[in-house]
């Protein structure tokens, strides 16, 4: 796949970063500083108080869960130390297993509801501002492979890390002025911005969409 990457001013990110997180008390100008005049109510509930307890609590549930995936496979390959305690036994474990997990439901839940709550929508694009008003003009396409690529919250999700999460919440419950423009960049993704390298100076983003496509 195709990305673009360019060099960013670090300085001039995290100035545009706390530009905006200021706005947090004037939804309509952050919305139209944003380019979202549209999203005035999701920017209105973006910036106000929000509790993102339940993420952590669907991490250790998805953890769990992956866990008795791994114990189901270790029965039916006969890794398990089950395997000594007979075919049975073995039967009985996996079944029980099987029925406990389907309890949880689908873990897939948790990341729609993030996403698509307000803050996460407005941290997002404020991301992307950020990204828009720090970058050089030594834009290039690049073809890399989608393992390259680092999406902190995704990786959450599939490695199911509870530590990220913790901090994660801590960051998220903030007030919308006092959040770490630093842990935005580093620890947060964007509608656009995949990565910002503070060592090297370079930033890999998405094209914009275009507006009539």
């Given at each position: 796949?195709?990305?673009?990457?360019?060099?960013?001013?670090?300085?001039?990110?995290?100035?545009?970063?706390?530009?905006?997180?200021?706005?947090?008390?004037?939804?309509?100008?952050?919305?139209?500083?944003?380019?979202?005049?549209?999203?005035?109510?999701?920017?209105?509930?973006?910036?106000?108080?929000?509790?993102?307890?339940?993420?952590?609590?669907?991490?250790?549930?998805?953890?769990?869960?992956?866990?008795?995936?791994?114990?189901?496979?270790?029965?039916?390959?006969?890794?398990?130390?089950?395997?000594?305690?007979?075919?049975?036994?073995?039967?009985?474990?996996?079944?029980?297993?099987?029925?406990?997990?389907?309890?949880?439901?689908?873990?897939?839940?948790?990341?729609?509801?993030?996403?698509?709550?307000?803050?996460?929508?407005?941290?997002?694009a404020i991301r992307d501002y950020a990204l828009d008003f720090s970058l050089q003009n030594d834009a290039a396409w690049v073809e890399v492979e989608p393992a390259q690529l680092t999406f902190p919250i995704a990786a959450m999700y599939e490695s199911a890390d509870v530590d990220f999460a913790e901090a994660l919440v801590v960051e998220l419950e903030k007030p919308l002025k006092k959040i770490d423009p630093k842990?935005?960049?580093?620890?947060?993704?964007?509608?656009?911005?995949?990565?910002?390298?503070?060592?090297?100076?370079?930033?890999?983003?998405?094209?914009?969409?275009?507006?009539?496509?």
């Open positions: 796949m195709f990305v673009i990457t360019a060099t960013f001013e670090a300085e001039r990110a995290f100035a545009g970063i706390n530009e905006m997180l200021a706005l947090a008390d004037s939804p309509e100008h952050l919305a139209e500083k944003l380019a979202l005049p549209l999203d005035v109510e999701t920017v209105r509930q973006g910036a106000a108080h929000a509790s993102f307890k339940r993420m952590v609590g669907d991490i250790k549930k998805l953890k769990h869960y992956r866990e008795m995936g791994g114990q189901i496979e270790a029965l039916k390959a006969g890794k398990s130390m089950a395997r000594f305690l007979g075919s049975g036994f073995q039967e009985k474990q996996m079944a029980k297993l099987e029925a406990e997990r389907k309890k949880f439901g689908s873990p897939l839940d948790s990341p729609a509801w993030f996403y698509q709550h307000p803050r996460v929508a407005l941290l997002s842990f935005l960049l580093q620890n947060f993704e964007g509608h656009r911005s995949i990565s910002f390298d503070l060592e090297t100076g370079v930033a890999t983003y998405y094209a914009p969409a275009r507006k009539d496509a």
